[in-house]
């Protein structure tokens, strides 16, 4: 009877005990997410190692003009019938490349952001896209935790970028910056600071 009793024991314990393991492997796996930290998101560990993370704001935008800038686009054989509405949308996602690359709270990630104007109601053009800007990005990023005057400083992050509107001359548009990205909260309140340079280019 006491080798029943004791096997049964043993059979309702097990599930719990493998519980608090999983449980346990979770909270050393995954390191806590701070909201509106993008580097503590990027440190966070998942099962699945493609996994895409936000970096800037996703966004879809119905938006209209008083003016469109139509001599920037004037070599398009449809520059003159632009309309003045258009579907403005950005996509933002970052992925880490190597977690610790300087200390435990660090990361090296990388970034692609992709800003479009759509000309969607423009149907006798076939709603042409008048502009995309591709943004590829690479970083070091810490998480961080000082705290100064009721802000916390939760982000530090030292990057390069480049963007570009992908096409030929005389509509071409490119430049490649270094830049700095600081951000800190405050109760409800966020702020973030980015200042850049733009690296000198060859004529």
Known sequence: MRILSGIVSATLLMPALALAE????????DRPAVRGSIIANLLQE???????????????????TSDINKEAIKTYNWADKARKDEVKYQLS????LWRGIAGDNSVLGASYTQ?????LSNRGESS???????????FVGWATDYRF????LRDVEIGVNHQSNGRSD??????NRGYARLMAQNGNWQVDLKPWFRFSESS
């Not at 099962?47 to 966004?59: I, K, Q, S």
């Not at 996602?93 to 880490?96: K, R």
């Not at 042409?128 to 690479?138: A, C, D, V």
């Open 22 to 29: 999983e449980a346990k492997e979770q909270q050393i796996h």
């Open 46 to 64: 998942h099962d699945n190692p493609f996994t895409l993370y936000p970096y800037d704001p996703n966004y879809l935008l119905y938006t209209d």
């Open 149 to 152: 005057a009721g802000w916390t």
């Open 170 to 175: 005389p509509t071409s548009r490119s430049w």
């Open 115 to 119: 800003r479009s104007w759509w000309q």
């Open 93 to 96: 996602l970052a992925f880490p």
């Open 128 to 138: 042409p896209f008048r502009e995309t800007n591709y943004e590829p990005q690479l």
